[in-house]
């Protein structure tokens, strides 16, 4: 039984993990119908720019909660920067292009910053530091859940909570559900589309540095290719939990973090993704537009 | 026609070989043959060429001394370009030039090809690189020998120390599932099978750049190994180390050469210490080393390339070992390179019954202080 639960929250990790950068994905999808492929790359990008903040506030000897507040907006803003170009000058060109052209846009941006980093940064990896202390009163179920699962679990559920609250409630939620439900309608009732287009990847991209900070902590290290396992991964939930949808590409996540988790632990960590593309097949073929996405309508 | 000329320089080559094996009766003039085989052109002559370079600088090292037992040693060099069909063809064409004892070929292959035509021919050949271990361990090839460690070496070190030197009953080996990796598992679990000592627990694959390896760590920790095995690089090492760490467990984690590397203690830094790495011995402190080093340097201006010790040692093995046998005999050389230990570049080695070097392989180091230290077993 404590097998059990020790997986369960090996499993519910990792799928907060692929859900903080799902979630970019299957917003920009909503939005203009694209798979942003580049997204994993903002997710490193993000990850570089905390580390490079975080290594020298340390320096400086500011306290670790102040490095970790100023290193997660810095890598947000900076990420969001990179989010926000890339639309403007790979997609945004392309919006009235046949949808293929847009993604293999998003492919090509996608190896360009994977070099680009390369090249600006180092192909080695870096030693990422642990932003996040080992709590105290975590200490007697340290061996089950740790400090660092316990702050991911927790953002991804606050992130989730607050994506949902601003797309139900706010003037700018409104304005992109209007936009992912019929572009030119609402480019007829006044809405600045690609205002809604640049918002939605200023917050995809956020979010996508945010779990940047967070995993490369959780797990000690970066190096400029780390965007494309995740990406990859974080894609599959997405379009698991049905690519579009909020709630869905956290379900998706889960449901795939923990497939992953269970596969290893009771079967064979060789079978693991063995597992994870299998059940994405399956639920695809018996709900193909995902766990809860809607059935896309063919607009003419 | 090609098998009936082969068949004839073949009588010729057997006759010259049992010429020469004749105290006395010196037939083939007053030289001794080293033949040189390998790599010298295409993809892979960055392996081959070195060997030859050394062998050079050995034999004009013996040369200037007066040759071996009054015999001036002669050069016979010939590429293989590291091809099988091409290496049958090299050795076919040094057996009939008279060779006596061969240093060679550069890769496995090659290596395999080429060894029944000398061993008709009662050549004795050592190779400088060749690692395949069937190469030794099937013992096809009595008159095969080789200075560098084969593949399997490696696996070897580690399961002795995990179970000779740390007493480990219940060994969880891990690797990811590359070549280098998954077939350095594979080994060790025929080993750790081999020994009757302990056994394997866990035999597993993780995917390489995962975000997250909490699952595996639990099912090492859930089946009680004591001991972990990795075959792998270091990105995924430390972090597999530094999750054990995380979750609470105090298991030994021995790895290979693709984490004996710096990188390994910058990266996983704290959670590092203790761990066991395996890497080749270090020869930096034998003066021959240094000197073989200094002696390439002086005559090609150059740092020395791949395999270079291990060929230097090879020409030193196989020539002291003509000296030492009075013959270039078969049975002669190999009863001497078994039994005369000679100092070499890779240290004072001899050789075991199949043809492997004893004392050239591998070492086991621990992270102590944040270095790589070696340790005893």
């Known amino acids: 039984m404590d097998y059990f639960i020790e997986l369960l929250f090996g499993g519910l990790t990792r799928g907060s993990i692929y859900a903080l950068i799902a979630l970019g994905y299957t917003m920009v999808y909503g939005i203009i119908g694209l798979i942003n492929f580049a997204h994993g790359e903002i997710y490193m990008i993000g990850a570089f720019t905390s580390f490079i903040v975080a290594t020298v506030l340390s320096i400086y000897g500011f306290p670790l909660l102040a490095i970790v507040v100023i290193a997660a907006l810095a890598a947000a803003v900076w990420s969001s920067a990179y989010g926000v170009t890339i639309e403007k000058i790979a997609y945004r060109p392309l919006r009235h292009a046949p949808r293929l052209s847009p993604l293999i846009s998003a492919i090509g941006m996608s190896i360009f910053l994977q070099n680009y980093v390369l090249l600006a940064q180092t192909s080695d990896f870096l030693p990422f530091p642990a932003l996040i202390p080992e709590f105290a009163f975590m200490e007697p179920v340290a061996h089950i859940v740790g400090s660092s699962d316990l702050v991911i679990l927790i953002t991804t559920t606050l992130v989730m909570f607050a994506l949902t609250l601003l797309i139900k409630f706010t003037r700018i939620g409104k304005a992109m559900r209007a936009t992912a439900q019929d572009r030119t309608m609402a480019m007829l009732v006044g809405i600045n589309v690609d205002r809604v287009i640049s918002a939605t990847f200023v917050i995809g991209s956020a979010l996508a540095a945010l779990g940047g900070m967070l995993i490369a902590s959780h797990i000690g290290q970066i190096n400029f290719y780390i965007g494309f396992l995740a990406g990859i991964k974080a894609f599959t939930a997405a379009v698991l939990g049905g690519i579009g949808s909020i709630p869905g590409a956290v379900l998706g996540s889960l449901v795939l973090g923990l497939t992953e988790s269970f596969a290893t632990g009771y079967v064979s960590s060789d079978y693991e993704d063995v597992f994870a593309f299998s059940l994405l097949v399956l639920i695809l073929i018996f709900k193909p537009s995902g766990l809860l996405g809607k059935a896309e309508t063919k607009k003419v | ?377």
Do not use: W
């Not at chain 2, 009054?70 to 293989?80: A, C, N, R, S």
């Not at chain 2, 120390?161 to 590359?178: Q, Y």
């Not at chain 2, 679990?189 to 699952?215: H, I, R």
């Open chain 2, 1 to 377: 026609m090609q098998s009936g000329l082969k068949k004839k320089l073949f009588v010729a080559a057997l006759a010259l070989g049992f010429a020469m094996a004749v105290p006395g009766a010196v037939v083939a003039g007053d030289t001794i043959k080293l033949g040189v085989a390998g790599a010298q052109s295409g993809d892979l002559a960055s392996y081959g060429l070195p060997t030859v370079k050394a062998a050079e600088l050995v034999v004009a090292q013996y040369n200037a001394k007066g040759g071996i037992n009054g015999k001036q040693v002669e050069l016979l060099v010939e590429d293989d370009v590291c091809k099988p069909e091409v290496a049958t063809n090299s050795a076919t064409l040094l057996v009939t030039k008279g060779v006596d004892v061969v240093l060679g070929h550069i890769c496995s292959g090659a290596t395999k090809a080429a060894l029944p035509i000398y061993k008709e021919a009662g050549v004795v050949v050592m190779s400088p690189s060749a690692t395949n271990p069937d190469l030794t361990q099937s013992g096809d090839y009595p008159n095969f020998f080789r200075t560098i460690a084969s593949d399997d070496a490696q696996a070897k070190t580690e399961v002795d120390f995990a179970i000779n030197t740390l007493g480990a009953k219940k060994i969880a080996i891990i690797h990811d599932k590359g070549d280098y990796g998954k077939g350095l598992a594979e080994f060790a679990q025929s080993f750790v099978e081999k020994s009757g000592k302990a056994e394997v627990v866990l035999f597993e694959g993780v995917t390489p750049g995962a975000v997250d390896y909490t699952a595996i760590v639990q099912k090492i920790k859930r089946f009680d190994a004591d001991a972990v095995i990795f075959g792998g690089y270091h990105p995924e090492a430390s972090k597999i180390v530094s999750m054990m760490k995380k979750k609470r467990m105090n298991i030994v984690f021995i790895s290979d050469d693709g984490v004996k590397d710096d990188t390994f203690i910058k990266v996983a830094g704290e959670n590092a210490e203790g761990v066991y790495a395996s890497g080749p011995q270090d020869n930096s402190k034998n003066p021959l080393s240094a000197a073989s080093i200094e002696a390439h340097k002086a005559a090609y201006n150059a740092d020395p390339g791949a395999f270079y010790e291990n060929a230097y040692s090879a020409a030193l093995a196989l020539l002291n070992a003509i000296e030492k046998a009075g013959s270039t005999d078969m049975a002669a050389v190999v009863k001497a390179l078994q039994t005369e230990k000679v100092d070499t570049p890779v240290g004072n080695i001899y050789f075991d019954e199949k043809g492997d070097a004893v004392g050239v392989g591998f070492a086991m180091y621990q992270v102590q202080n944040g270095q790589y230290v070696e340790v005893k077993n």
